[in-house]
């Protein structure tokens, strides 16, 4: 059975590394260019998977260049593509990313495609239904909303990776058992003006268990309705911090199956996200498990 469902962005990424961010109408030499899956449920399920869980995505994908790859992508990690519709004649959702060696970021450029939205088959929700946690990132939301009110039905726990303010946000939120909203996403829905008190807000407006905000490389904060917990970032030399926010949310869905508590789940994630800004690659710099275990321990934490 699969433990690990996610329902999300899936996109074909043109990743160029740039040694620095050029001016306009100029020419650049990029050092490296590459293609490979992207999107934030999408890379999160690949990442869950390398940790030692099973996972399948839920979704549309075209039969065009990219629809190919990202199909293919999935079963070269061992996410399970039984639950993909593909459809014919449409484009797919795309993107292009500098990665800047000198400021060590990231910029995106993308096309969402013109696939039709998922509306979910009987399959997809029984999927739903089997599973452990649905994960979902704001994407296909109609859909994202449905699965989220099966699964609320069903015992299924609802991981959201809170990062766009999508029209209809809200509806989502109130079904959402773990939240994990970026910072910016977190002051910006809520209006508050530290993390400790969006946290809060939200907590009190849509009743998830956990609220857990993420703040780059201040690491972030959890609020479990009591307290406001921080946990660190844990150190990395970083070549490639493109997905590192998608990794850290599938890592979080993994340690959760595998039994850890929220706390133990955010410092387990917070190290598999810098481990990953190691290499290059969203998806195939995700280090293994017991990789990630001892990193922490040689870090001073023992899961």
């Known amino acids: 059975m699969v433990k690990i469902v996610g329902i999300g962005a899936n996109v074909f ?3 160029y590394n740039i040694p620095t961010y050029p001016t306009e109408d100029t020419k650049m030499r990029a050092t490296a260019c590459k293609t490979a899956g992207g ?5 999160g399920l690949v990442a869950a998977q390398k940790l030692g869980e099973t996972t399948a995505y839920i979704g549309v994908l075209s039969d065009d260049n990219g629809g190919r790859f990202l199909k293919a992508d999935f079963e070269k990690y061992g996410v399970k593509t ?9 484009r797919s959702f795309a993107s292009v990313l500098w990665l800047c060696a000198d400021t ?3 910029t995106c450029v993308f096309d969402k495609g013109d696939l039709p939205p998922l509306v979910l088959t009987d399959e997809q929700k029984q999927g739903v239904r089997d599973a452990e946690i ?18 609320r039905d069903s015992g299924t726990k609802v991981l959201y990776d809170c990062g766009g303010l999508y029209e209809g946000v809200e509806r989502l939120l109130a079904l959402t058992d773990i939240m994990i909203p970026s910072e910016e996403f977190a002051l910006g829905h809520t209006g508050c003006a530290t993390a400790a008190e969006a ?10 268990e956990i609220v857990v905000i993420t703040q780059g490389k201040r690491g972030g904060i959890i609020y479990d309705g009591e307290k406001v ?4 970032i844990y150190p990395a030399d970083v070549v490639d911090s493109n997905g590192s926010g998608d990794v850290f949310h599938g890592a979080f869905a993994a340690a959760l199956v595998k039994g850890f508590d ?12 810098a481990l990953k800004c190691t290499g290059i690659g969203a998806r195939e710099s995700v280090p293994d498990f017991e990789t990630v275990k001892n990193y922490l321990k040689e870090n001073g934490y023992e899961l």
Do not use: W
């Not at 039984?82 to 449409?90: H, P």
């Not at 649905?134 to 699964?151: H, K, P, R, S, T």
């Not at 917990?229 to 660190?232: G, R, V």
């Open 13 to 15: 990424d043109t990743l």
């Open 39 to 43: 999107g934030p449920v999408a890379t």
């Open 82 to 90: 039984d639950l993909i519709e593909v459809k014919s004649g449409y």
């Open 104 to 106: 060590a970021s990231r």
């Open 134 to 151: 649905l994960m979902v990132d704001g994407n296909e939301m109609d859909a994202a909303v449905d699965a989220a009110a099966i699964a």
């Open 199 to 208: 946290a809060k807000k939200l907590f009190d407006l849509y009743s998830p």
């Open 229 to 232: 917990t921080e946990y660190p």
């Open 262 to 273: 929220y706390l133990k789940c955010c410092h387990f994630s917070s190290a598999v996200s």
